[in-house]
């Protein structure tokens, strides 16, 4: 039964390649230089780039980003491949994966805008944290609650990050505890856990496995890696900002 869904999945990945029309010159040759040379066109806008890899969008197909690698090497291949299996195991919370090269020095992705603004963030916890959002304000709006932060402020559940950040708080501090642990301490992180739990959704259970499995550092999922898809629903951007290597950027 495996090997047959394995084999159902790359057709999918296969038959949606076909409905880019801009990736037919690029699936048409493995030379890297070549690629590079097809993207820096005015058919093709640069969205992004890190130590590794340059992000870059089709102009008559905004809706996707293609990354490719900056030179042959396994470790900025294993990026992409990675990236294209994160996405198909977690696709709740990273952006969704569509075609690849047979040797990763690119992948096509859907284009997932960073979150930055406090309007579309609300739309954002709306859309993939409604039911955690409610209950961290009533549970906020209770006598002795809303528990202090460092440096003495307190969490703001009017402001859609302060939100987000209390989310993210209901997990571990590091990749070396794998255990409850807020900014502050544990016992917050666990009074957020309580909150949380009886009324996790999809996207909040899907992020819970994928810093499990992956053991992200959640400082790591904030402004700058989160963003969303057309519909609002939250997205990690990049799955490389968790790579041990200080080099990683976040494309």
């Given at each position: 039964?495996?090997?047959?869904?394995?084999?159902?999945?790359?057709?999918?990945?296969?038959?949606?390649?076909?409905?880019?029309?801009?990736?037919?010159?690029?699936?048409?040759?493995?030379?890297?230089?070549?690629i590079q040379a097809i993207v820096g066109t005015d058919r093709?806008?640069?969205?992004?780039?890190?130590?590794?890899?340059?992000?870059?969008?089709?102009?008559?197909?905004?809706?996707?980003?293609?990354?490719?690698?900056?030179?042959?090497?396994?470790?900025?291949?294993?990026?992409?491949?990675?990236?294209?299996?994160?996405?198909?195991?977690?696709?709740?919370?990273?952006?969704k994966a569509y075609a690849h090269s047979d040797d990763f020095s690119w992948i096509v992705v859907e284009n997932t805008p960073p979150l930055v603004d406090m309007e579309e963030m609300q739309k954002v916890l709306d859309q993939s944290f409604p039911a955690e959002q409610e209950a961290l304000i009533n549970a906020m709006s209770l006598p002795g609650k809303n528990k202090g932060r460092p440096g003495g402020s307190e969490w703001n559940v009017a402001d859609p990050f302060h939100v987000m950040k209390m989310i993210m708080a209901s997990f571990r501090m590091d990749r070396e505890t794998n255990e409850a642990a807020a900014y502050d301490d544990k016992e917050s992180a666990q009074s957020l856990q309580d909150i949380l739990a009886p009324v996790a959704g999809a996207a909040y259970q899907e992020l819970s496995k994928a810093m499990h499995e992956f053991e992200i550092d959640k400082y790591e999922i904030g402004i700058g890696n989160i963003g969303h898809d057309e519909n609002y629903n939250f997205k990690i951007i990049d799955s490389s900002v968790f790579s041990s290597d200080p080099e990683d950027g976040v494309w």
């Open positions: 039964m495996k090997p047959l869904l394995e084999s159902w999945r790359k057709y999918l990945v296969e038959g949606e390649a076909e409905h880019f029309p801009w990736l037919k010159e690029i699936q048409a040759t493995d030379d890297l230089e070549e093709f806008k640069r969205v992004g780039s890190g130590s590794f890899r340059r992000v870059y969008q089709p102009t008559s197909d905004p809706g996707y980003v293609i990354k490719v690698i900056h030179d042959n090497d396994d470790h900025k291949m294993r990026m992409n491949e990675d990236d294209f299996n994160t996405a198909k195991r977690y696709p709740f919370i990273f952006p």
